[in-house]
């Protein structure tokens, strides 16, 4: 297997170092949407003379499972920490109608971020003070293990020749992913890519590098061609309609898959621990809730570690079938000469 040497990994690093406060700052701006509450309305009837006073507010409903649910999946400016109490994050003033007040998936992101400036910061250290024959290791190791794994089952394969120049973004978009997966996983924290303005935005980027490696690799003229698929004049008014919106479903795809799997996993974990605070049963939580919880929670890792994979394997995947360099015309040349 091919190391990497220090001046790849330095080079690796300076593009991550780079590139991650423009995801964050982005995704920060994105999934700024705190849930507004209505301020309660507290309906009292008129006093009467003579009368006892009426009531001032109606009871309190119980809080169901499922609003405690929705609460801790959905975006919101509150950070809770039970049995301790929560910290209501501050609310920002819009800026043209946009709402940018900090919630806990922008704090999160900014967590996420800082997380893998350090560890880079680390791993990009120990590179520089080691010889070509020296082996890394503890997260110098697990880091090149991650990045090597990228490099070749992931972009190589799936982009071919010319893969190296898409190589920092990829890389960056995985250890970006797996970390926010990882940090939802945390007690108390939140998961940012269980957050569908953030899977959007990081399926904007990969749409625009794709779009602009197929642009450098076939030209104007050679990408209005693509959109064509190669097919007579008569056709283009049915298949450049399909051709465009298949442009937009890839992103559309990336956006939903990502934002579903990380969500989902974690509706069913806290709907698997509520099952015994609604039949209050022992017998339930011991036979059922926990053992199931904790297998789903173990099944999460391997899911954040999965997610990452698959996000950036498409990316991949979608920027090498943009950037291939036969055309339909050679395809159909090839299939006429056998």
């Known amino acids: 297997m091919k190391r990497f040497n220090v001046k790849q990994a330095t080079a690796f690093f300076r593009v ?24 309660a309305v507290h309906s009292a009837a008129p006093a009467v003379p003579g009368s006892e006073p009426a009531a001032t507010h109606a009871p309190e409903e119980e809080e169901k499972a499922g609003d405690v649910i929705m609460h801790h999946i959905l975006n919101n400016n509150v950070f809770a920490f039970p049995p301790f109490g929560e910290v209501e994050l501050p609310t920002l003033p819009k800026v043209a109608g946009i709402d940018i007040s900090i919630t806990k998936h922008v704090v999160m992101l900014w967590l996420v971020s800082g997380a893998l400036l350090i560890v880079f910061s680390i791993v990009g250290g120990k590179y520089k003070n080691m010889n070509a024959r020296q082996a890394p290791k503890g997260v110098a190791n697990t880091m090149e293990a991650l990045i090597d794994f990228v490099r070749l089952d992931v972009a190589k394969s799936n982009i ?17 992913i797996l970390f926010c997966n990882l940090f939802g996983l945390i007690p108390y924290g939140a998961t940012a890519t269980g957050n569908i303005n953030v899977t959007l935005t990081l399926a904007v980027f990969t749409f625009i590098i ?16 693509h959109l064509t698929a190669g097919t007579h004049w008569a056709l283009w008014i049915i298949i450049v309609p399909i051709e465009i919106i298949g442009l937009f479903t890839k992103p559309f795809a990336l956006t939903v898959r990502l934002f579903a799997n990380m969500t989902a996993g974690h509706i069913i974990i806290l709907s698997l621990i509520f099952i015994s605070f609604i039949l209050k049963s022992y017998i339930v939580a011991a036979a059922v809730s926990v053992p199931f919880a904790i297998f ?32 339909h015309e050679e395809h159909e040349a090839g299939v006429a000469h056998h």
């Open 16 to 39: 991550i170092a780079l590139v991650l406060p423009l995801l964050f700052c982005v995704n920060s701006f994105a999934s700024a949407s705190p849930e507004e509450s209505a301020p």
């Open 296 to 327: 789903i929670y173990l099944l999460e890792l391997f899911v954040a570690f999965l997610q990452a994979f698959i996000f950036t394997m498409l990316s991949a995947l979608f920027i090498g079938l943009a950037t291939a360099h036969e055309g």
């Open 160 to 176: 071919g020749p010319g893969y190296e120049k898409h190589l920092p973004y990829l890389i960056t978009v995985f250890m970006f």
């Open 210 to 225: 794709t779009q602009i490696a197929a642009l450098k690799a076939h030209g104007f003229v050679g990408f209005v061609k």
